[in-house]
């Protein structure tokens, strides 16, 4: 399709088939598309061959296009022509082409918060030196780690260099074996992405090592699918792709408006961990440490938890506690318990049809109102706004 046979700006969307987030991406782009009109939207979607194939490749015509990696040749036809291009893919060398995706430093970054605050002493990474994405992940992981005092065993596999066959998953599952066996236990593993968690997991069990127990892993991507196939299920950080796609789309009209030349990329920071089973283990030293904590996980989100109930039922005083947050976790114990409260709270309000005021009953809170306070005092923006713009169970690429 040519861009002169049309009226409206024609984009085109490139994204592999492999991708999870594909939908929500591409609704993020048509939120956009739909506040600014005039857009035609051409993208390479799988229909069975019931619709005239769409090929995006380095002779297609239109106005700007988004797509999830390029080749060389692509990003030379695509200059020549003048066609901004915005990169969902962390991957890529052309400089006047943006890249608007996930934070990966940030993630990394959270990741190793998240693993610290299980107790654990030991950690690890499995990472593809040749991706981009990965190196970021881990080295924002590992430089977290170490200011606590630790090290991190670097574990790397080419992976990206490997061609695909019925045979890579094999080559990849014994690596990463022979590299978990030589661990210092428990051990917390933040992976590349979920995919390799999985792998992690798997590994795992076929070397008689328990996940969480032995191992805690930890992947990156928040895609509920990857979650689901494992056993245990995954933690994962999720990152924000409808956001990525509407990003992506803003990028692209002003790239369209203000003609070629460089473009700053745009990274959007992660929602978060999503906790499943892969990473529930406390591993502190400290039992009345770790007692308090498994108090706050099981109460905070549902009732209005104080501290001096938490001394009261370890039989320990104030200061006692506060001395084992500060010198463990390097937080107060009320620190910790809004952090849990807070989070839960966020996972009922990203249920839309769940009522405010049924929330703040559920979770303890006064009112509907004292709920309001609390949310807009810990994030700066109300409840209800938090809400519009949340998504249940966000689902992600498995690499970048």
Known sequence: MNKSSVSKKLI?????????????????????????????????????????????????????????????????????????????????????????????????????????????RNFATWSDPNRRYSRERVGAFTSRIEQSG???????????????????????????????????????????????????????????????DDVAVLGCSGDPVLACISNPPISSIARQTRQIGFEAARMLDQMMKKGPGESADRLIEPEGVVKRKSTEILAFTEPNLSKAIALIRSLAPSKNLRVRTICDELAISRTTLLNLFRDHLGCSPKNEIIRVRLDALKRQLEIPERP???????????????????????????????????????PALPSD
């Open 12 to 120: 085109g969307i490139r994204i592999a088939k492999w991708t999870y987030s594909l939908n929500e991406v591409f609704q993020g782009i048509v939120d956009y598309a739909e506040t600014v009109g005039g857009w035609q939207l051409n993208a390479n979607v799988e229909n069975d061959f019931e619709l005239e194939p769409s090929y995006i490749d380095k002779d297609w015509g239109g106005d700007g296009i988004i797509l999830f990696r390029y080749s060389k040749e692509e990003a030379l036809a695509y200059k020549a022509k003048g066609i901004p291009v915005v990169n969902l893919s962390r991957e890529g060398d052309a400089d006047w082409i943006p890249y608007v995706g996930t934070d990966n430093q940030r993630a990394g970054k959270i990741a190793a918060e998240h693993l610290l605050s299980l107790g654990l």
């Open 150 to 212: 630790y090290t991190v065993e670097a574990m790397e596999g080419e992976i990206s260099k490997v061609a695909p066959s019925l045979e890579k998953w094999k080559f990849i599952h014994d690596r990463i074996k022979e590299r978990v066996a030589t661990l210092a236990l428990p051990v917390g593993i933040f992976v590349k992405d979920d995919l390799a968690a999985i792998t992690v997991v798997r590994a795992c069990q076929e070397l008689g090592l328990k996940v969480p």
């Open 356 to 394: 405010i005021k049924e929330i703040a009953y559920k979770m303890d809170f006064a009112s509907p109102e004292e709920l309001s306070r609390f949310f807009k005092q810990q994030e700066g923006c109300s409840p209800s706004k938090y809400r519009s713009t949340a998504r249940v169970f966000p």
